[in-house]
């Protein structure tokens, strides 16, 4: 069985939030297929009682507990010319070196990188195949907050925007190939960074149908004889 190294910014698990659900699924899809090391970084104090799970699916888990306040004031301490913040806010040395002793220890055959930030650990990494996923164009996200905004926030935003599609643009031209979300995100960055539209493509986020099935008999959490609407998502 060949081996994979999976690259996460946040652990993914439990798959309750739109990059966990997405991350989870590619992990559980790629450990039917190869002996998969995850190395990805614990924001959340709670997330390191699922690390159990995680191991029973991965040959090996390296995960790194970061305060995500400490993680960004660390980021803009340490700000440096041309370089993104966000590259630095998920940064952690000792994820670095679990992944310098993992290829020291054993041939990697495929290195997937789920989310921009992850491809900085990824970067001149020996594997027959390399995948990012970047799922979105996270320097448009910013580009469209710096217009919103107003100064400060706006210079800092302006900035990010640019210095992050910068190492977006250069993380594309290094992996063999680079997912995301949709055929829109696809093409959007296929604008932005037209030297890697060869090397580009989509992934869609899919449907469980086993957990969504209407066959299943869920408790109806809401008063009989109401009307109701449920909206899912991010509401910030």
């Not at 580009?200 to 086993?210: A, H, K, Q, Y």
């Amino acid at each position: 069985m060949p081996d994979l190294l999976f690259l996460s910014h946040r652990l993914p698990y439990p798959p309750d939030k739109g990059e966990k659900i997405r991350a989870w699924h590619l992990l559980a899809h790629l450990a039917e297929r190869y002996r998969v090391h995850l190395g990805c970084l614990i924001d959340d104090p709670l997330d390191r009682d699922r690390l159990g799970e995680l191991r029973r699916v991965c040959a090996s888990v390296g995960a790194f507990p970061v305060s995500p306040a400490a993680q960004k004031l660390r980021a803009l301490a340490g700000l440096r010319r041309g370089r993104p913040l966000t590259v630095d806010v998920f940064f952690h040395p000792g994820l670095t070196r679990w992944v310098d002793s993992l290829l020291a220890a054993r041939k990697i055959d495929v290195v997937f990188a789920y989310s921009s930030p992850m491809a900085r650990y990824a970067a001149g990494r020996p594997a027959p195949l390399s995948i990012l996923d970047m799922v979105d164009v996270d320097s448009e996200k910013w580009r469209h907050y710096a217009e919103r905004r107003s100064w400060p926030l706006r210079a800092l935003y302006r900035r990010e925007a640019a210095t992050l599609l910068a190492f977006e643009r250069r993380a594309a031209a290094t992996f063999d190939m680079t997912l995301f979300v949709s055929e829109a995100e696809t093409g959007r960055f296929a604008a932005l960074a037209p030297e890697c539209a060869g090397r580009i493509g989509w992934l869609d986020n899919g449907v469980d149908f086993e957990r969504f099935s209407p066959d299943r008999d869920y408790r109806r959490p809401f008063p009989a004889g109401t009307v109701n609407l449920v909206f899912t998502g991010t509401m910030d």
